[in-house]
């Protein structure tokens, strides 16, 4: 009879895996299982030489590198609909941070309502840290019809959403920079605010700025340095710099970790060069925008195709070093 019992109520309720993991949030803190979870991550969207498609064809060398260098979260900018790669990243022992766009076609976008049925599908999964809405839209009102305030209201749905149907993860948004009292008082379904920060190489502001406005808690979605100089600038050398990466990076992480008593963590920009983004998707160019980057170290010019801490051979460049040794002390 209680077996009966049991069957039922887990049929009533939608639960799939009794042993799955529970993400919360208490004061600051993340929770994994009741267990303070710090985010020493890394913004993962691999596309191999030549393409400009997602491509997980060396995951498994990508999921070892990563785990050498003490990462335990990967932020991807589109959700992986390919259960083994979930799969493989839970065997490695991460966890993704999984963000939906607005308007993606129809596909697990928050326009349609699609995104609810991704969710539907992997909210069991041990791989999921949490579900992020959007990413620097904030930048965009032009694809709100000029207002802002159809963002933060459709931001907040869809966290509503995501939290009816899925009670057992928390709900994120990456926003461009400190959200200002707009965002926050029209989006209090949004658990953690995560902020794609560009403060030359120190964000130590933003975590007292934060303090001030809100309680919640709070990650970088995105923080770091690409390794060219557009410019000789700061002591570093024009084109290909991988110390001047390496020493931004270094003071970026420091920064981060000094202040856990605000901040969950960060997920650094990125863990792989991204050819696709300027010129000729075949060789690595200078150039690319950004919004709001003037802020990027040491020249204030993005140079879209050259963040990876390692480069499309799966090379380690500079930064790596400082990014292993400072994650694997936290």
Known sequence: MRKLIL??????????????????????QILVNGVPYLIKGVCYHPVPKGSDKRNFENLTEDLYLMKEAGINTIRVYMPITEKHVLDEIHKAGLKVIVSFGYNQGGQNDILSGSFINYINTYKDHDAILFWELGNEYNYHPEWFDGDLKNWYTALNNAANLAHKNDPNHIVATAHGELPDQLALSMCPNIDIWGMNVYRWDNPGEIFGEWKNISKKPMYLSEAGADSY????????????????????????????????????????????????????????????????SSGVPYDGAPN???WGIIDLDREKKMTYYVVKEIYNSQ
Not at 7 to 28: E, H, W
């Open 304 to 306: 879209e195709e050259h």
């Open 229 to 292: 100089m557009s410019a000789e600038l700061a002591g570093y050398k024009k084109g290909s710099n991988q110390r001047a990466q390496a020493d931004a990076n270094r003071s970026i992480l420091v920064s981060v970790f000094e202040n856990q008593e605000v901040c969950s963590g960060v997920a650094l920009f990125a863990f792989i060069d991204e050819w696709w983004k300027a010129g000729s998707n075949n060789t690595q160019d200078p150039g690319g925008w950004a919004p709001k």
């Open 7 to 28: 069957i039922t109520v887990i049929l009533l309720l939608g639960i799939n895996n009794l042993d799955a993991d529970v993400v919360s949030y208490s004061g600051r």
